[in-house]
């Protein structure tokens, strides 16, 4: 079993930054392609970025690309997503998630972190 445990989040400006991070208990975070998810109220949750198991590959949804960055330190057993220039649409829940698939599909993801809320203000 694993286990994610999120943290960072918060409020913010526009134009501000922030840090989500998700670590593990139990298995290693290396066995698993991690994927970061966002859901808004009202709205389904949605691909937000992904990264294999070794940090090799990447790929983000386009509304994020060139904004966020996704990373993993696999010896701390933690994944990050790094949001910068943030905007107002980009308030969710954020959640991570371990599978065993690079892919944007969440369905294909074995495990999830609790979810934290992100607020950007305008």
């Known amino acids: 079993q694993v286990q994610l445990v999120q943290s960072g989040g918060g409020l913010v400006q526009a134009g501000g930054s922030l840090r989500l991070s998700c670590a593990t208990s139990?298995?290693?975070?290396?066995?698993?392609?991690m994927g970061w998810f966002r859901q808004a109220p009202g709205k389904e949750r949605s691909f937000v970025a992904a990264?294999?198991?070794?940090?090799?590959?990447?790929y983000y949804a386009d509304t994020v690309k060139g904004r966020f960055t996704i990373s993993r330190d696999n010896a701390e057993n933690t994944v990050y997503l790094q949001l910068n220039s943030l905007k107002p649409e980009d308030t969710a829940v954020y959640y991570c998630?371990?599978?065993?698939?690079?892919?944007?599909?969440?369905?294909?993801?074995?495990?999830w972190g609790q979810g934290t809320q992100v607020t950007v203000s305008s």
């Open positions: 139990g298995r290693t975070l290396s066995r698993y392609n």
């Open positions: 998630a371990a599978g065993p698939l690079l892919i944007a599909t969440p369905e294909k993801y074995v495990y």
């Open positions: 990264i294999n198991w070794n940090g090799g590959n990447t």
